[in-house]
């Protein structure tokens, strides 16, 4: 089983980073124009449940991309792919290759800065079927993407 490249988890946790400043911005917010004025009656003061909340995001922040990496593999078959990831669901997928339509390599802003990249395995099937693996060299990703691409032509044959 193959892992993630290790740079992910830089990748996920500013990911985290960034949403859990604005969702602590809105709940300071909130606190602000509804707790602090009276408008609304609140079972802490003002401010503590923004403190709290900016803890728990920041514990998650620390912990769950270590534990997301851990549990993220994959596996090149041959006649499938297969993936096994989740921390609190575990998720065991096996696409045929018979089944991929089309094949992309991603890359965001972020995961350039790292010359990482994310393999996008488009599927025949139900919607929400594509398989995506983050945290790939993007040299690999590419490679990956090519032997996959050459899997699912000699299917078609």
């Not at 921390?87 to 350039?112: C, G, I, W």
């Not at 079927?129 to 032509?153: C, H, T």
């Amino acid at each position: 089983m193959h892992q993630l490249d290790p740079s992910v988890k830089i990748i996920w946790a500013v990911s985290y980073s960034i949403r859990s400043v604005l969702f602590t911005a809105l709940l300071l917010a909130f606190e602000f124009f509804f707790v602090r004025t009276g408008k609304l009656e609140w079972f802490l003061s003002f401010g503590l449940t923004t403190i709290i909340f900016a803890l728990i995001c920041l514990a998650i922040i620390i912990i769950y991309p270590q534990l997301k990496y851990r549990f993220w593999k994959f596996e090149v078959r041959p006649e499938e792919l297969y993936l096994e990831r989740g921390v609190l669901t575990r998720v065991k997928t096996t696409a045929p290759y018979r089944r991929v339509q089309h094949l992309d390599v991603a890359q965001s802003v972020m995961e350039r800065m790292m010359d990482l990249g994310k393999l996008v395995i488009y599927t025949a099937g139900t919607r929400g079927a594509d398989i995506i693996i983050p945290g790939l060299p993007i040299a690999y990703a590419e490679m990956l993407r090519d032997q996959l691409k050459n899997y699912s032509r000699e299917d078609a044959v």
